[in-house]
């Protein structure tokens, strides 16, 4: 008797993105716990987790949404765990490295102080060092996706705003990737029209570019935009999960 094919036995790997986090942490748990129950185990154990990037501002408690991202490694060890800046993060990284003097209040409260001279002493090592660490892009090879076509094999680029229609896709990778803190506005982490659409460059090859930041939820074909919440109290934090392209929110009553 032959032995099978190990393609076709192998279950393609379970990516979850997750949209911007503003400080509310709740939703953050209580998305993580949906998550959970959604994919079930052993997937969600070994699943790569991208965080599209805005986890501090807006919401009440940055600290613990910090807190929790930083303990995931170790409480989920065998999960990759991807954290890409989004420009509300770098705001704050920069503030800390003393690269630019002011932050808005929401950013103070988490931390217990509401004078700024205070705030550096006050965030733990910790804290800096998961905000000095984090990514301004990443990349992952052979992501699949489920079409009524069947599985399609894809790139996957993951970047909080997205990159820019008409400048070299190889170039922007390159910058974002040395995280050069000296450009004055990074587009791929704050820009709106111009970062939207896929570069003409990336559609040659079946390219998912996934992004957080412009308060939307918008999934059409490989562009996956995941900021249904937009750091508002009232709106969910979404995730999307690879390849199913099912998505989920910290709202979701899994009970029924």
């Known amino acids: 008797m032959s032995e099978k094919d190990p393609s ?15 400080g509310f942490d709740t939703k953050l748990r209580n998305l993580w716990s949906n998550l959970e129950s959604q994919i079930g185990d052993p997937a969600f154990q070994t699943a790569t987790v991208i965080f599209l990037g805005d986890y501090c501002d807006r919401g009440p408690n940055t600290r613990q949404v ?9 409480k989920y060890p065998h999960q990759k765990h991807v954290f890409l800046s989004g420009n509300h993060d770098l705001a704050f990284a920069a503030f800390l490295l003393a690269k630019i ?38 990349e992952e090879d052979d992501i699949c996706i489920e079409t009524e076509d069947g599985i399609k094999h894809c790139r996957l680029i993951a970047v909080h705003a997205g990159l820019e229609r008409d400048k070299d896709v190889k ?9 050069d803190t000296r450009i004055p506005k990074v587009e791929a982490l704050s820009g709106r029209k111009n970062v939207w659409d896929i570069p003409k460059e990336l ?3 079946p390219t998912i570019l996934v992004s957080g930041h412009h308060a939307k939820l918008h999934v059409e074909g490989l562009r996956l935009v995941i900021d249904e919440g937009g750091g508002y109290a009232h709106k969910p934090v979404a ?15 899994l009970s029924k």
């Open 66 to 74: 910090l807190d929790f991202l930083v303990s995931l490694p170790s």
């Open 101 to 138: 003097k002011s932050l808005g209040a929401k950013l103070l409260k988490p931390y217990k102080f509401m004078r700024q001279m205070y705030l550096v002493k006050a965030v733990p090592d910790e804290h800096k060092k998961f905000l000095a660490d984090m990514v301004w892009v990443h």
């Open 8 to 22: 076709q036995t192998t279950k393609p790997r379970v990516v979850c993105c997750i949209g911007d986090i503003h």
């Open 171 to 179: 170039e922007q990778l390159k910058l974002l990737k040395d995280r």
């Open 239 to 253: 995730a999307i999960v690879l390849p199913s392209m099912k998505i989920v929110r910290d709202t979701d009553d």
């Open 203 to 205: 559609r040659q090859t």
